[in-house]
């Protein structure tokens, strides 16, 4: 390799290593806080019967979460053992002449063969929801809902693979940098749109001020406080109970399609103090930043499995290429090859990407209880109360094992977020805010 190209690969794996870090670093209120939430195990619980459901569904979740990785690398293996994506090639070959259709034909097949291959896992996922009262959609929605996932996934993933193909004709020994851009550019599209084209698909949305003035007066309260711009009418609720019973809210896109979006389930069971509590956390996302640091991040991250998964795939070629009928790059079923590679990546690279996610949730968290103070009586109370209702609604287990939120854990546990809501109050001893100025 080239030498610029061995100082990129390493200033990406450095920054990627130390992502955790990029949020702003731990006063020293908020370092007690959580040496105190450390030791509480109090601050969330739930009654014998709901822990047992708990403890069951975490299990549950755990054996899906692992066992889903492993066979996403395993079924693939299957695939390339039984020659099944040269078979799709010729297929596809057979059927036309042109390219841009070989494509489109032969990522249907495959694309259809890996679900057709997953179906039991997602089968088995959505009936976990329905047996522990976590969702509500019937079969056939949920049935549909799938199709149009499959479709969305097939048509975007047909034209990046068309892409792809392309760069690798030209640049063979370097295809992982130059396909980078486009795939960069696909995700800044595909975050942009996805409020808009992609969410309403999905779930249906109403504006808040439409249904709720009330609620939005109050919330706005919390964005004056914040000081950021964040009109009513970005502010939106989803019909999520005619699908699920878990509470939650989000936010997401950029620019003009930058919305925040309350649930309806969170509406209806948590107080205005918790909405506004819940409501601080998300725009706290918006305030530092964390969705333009999720797109850097997503973008070293790729280079990275970019890098690693052509290399893979080269040895992979080289010592299997043959068993698998699949002697070149430049050829249809390299695809699945490459799939292997970057599913292994994924999986392991989980711990990297999860530690970051819980990184910007707890700032969140942190902006969130500063952004309240003054607007709700109790701040601490309110924060804690409004962690105990989320983790009940989702049956979250406060005995989780260690090492599994380690790996899986995109947030902070529940337990540790309403121990640290309970402890971190620096208006007590006269320090100042994080995020806020006195």
């Known amino acids: 390799m080239r030498l610029r190209t061995i100082f990129l690969l390493v200033v990406a794996l450095a920054a990627l290593l130390t992502a955790p870090h990029w949020v702003k670093g731990t006063t020293a209120t908020e370092a007690q806080a959580l040496y105190e939430a450390a030791h509480n195990t109090s601050a969330y619980t739930l009654s014998p019967a709901k822990l047992k459901q708990a403890e069951g569904l975490f299990r549950m979740r755990t054996i899906l979460y692992f066992g889903g990785g492993a066979w996403s690398i395993l079924e693939l293996l299957f695939l390339l053992g039984l020659r099944v994506p040269p078979r799709l090639r010729d297929i596809a070959a057979r059927a036309t002449d042109n390219r841009l259709g070989q494509c489109f034909l032969f990522t249907l097949l495959l694309f259809g063969a890996i679900a057709v291959l997953d179906a039991p896992l997602y089968v088995y996922g959505h009936h976990l929801g329905l047996a522990y009262g976590l969702s509500v959609q019937h079969w056939p929605s949920w049935w549909w809902d799938q199709l149009k996932s499959f479709l969305l996934t097939w048509i975007v ?187 292994t990546l994924s999986f392991f690279s989980a711990p990297i990407e999860n530690a970051f996610s819980r990184s910007i949730e707890h700032a969140a968290d942190v902006y969130g209880q500063e952004a309240i103070h003054g607007i709700v009586a109790d701040p601490q109370a309110v924060t804690q109360q409004a962690f105990q209702r989320l983790g009940e609604a989702s049956l979250e287990d406060p005995r989780a094992h260690p090492f599994v939120e380690f790996w899986t854990g995109s947030h902070p546990s529940i337990e540790s977020r309403a121990a640290f809501a309970a402890a971190y109050n620096p208006w007590a001893t006269g320090e100042h805010p994080k995020y806020f100025s006195p």
């Not at 001020?209 to 939005?216: F, G």
């Open 157 to 343: 993933g047909g034209m990046l693979v068309m892409v792809l193909f392309w760069v690798i004709r030209r640049s063979p020994g370097r295809w992982w940098m130059w396909f980078w851009v486009p795939a960069m550019v696909a995700v800044l599209f595909g975050v942009f749109l996805a409020p808009v084209l992609v969410d309403p698909l999905f779930n249906k949305f109403e504006p808040l001020q439409q249904s709720n003035p009330a609620l939005v007066a109050q919330l706005e309260r919390v964005v004056a406080r914040s000081g950021i711009s964040l009109p009513p009418d970005r502010m939106f609720y989803m019909r999520a109970s005619s699908k699920v019973t878990g509470l939650n809210a989000y936010v997401t896109g950029f620019g003009p399609s930058k919305r925040l979006v309350l649930w309806d389930t969170t509406i209806k069971e948590a107080t205005p103090d918790e909405l506004s509590s819940v409501f601080g956390h998300e725009l706290g996302h918006y305030a530092l930043h964390h969705i333009a640091l999720g797109l850097v991040f997503t973008g070293l991250l790729l280079l990275v499995a970019f890098f690693v998964g052509q290399k893979l795939t080269e040895w992979a070629l080289r010592r299997y290429g043959s068993r698998w009928g699949i002697l070149s790059p430049n050829d249809w079923a390299f695809l699945a090859v490459l799939l292997l590679a970057l599913n």
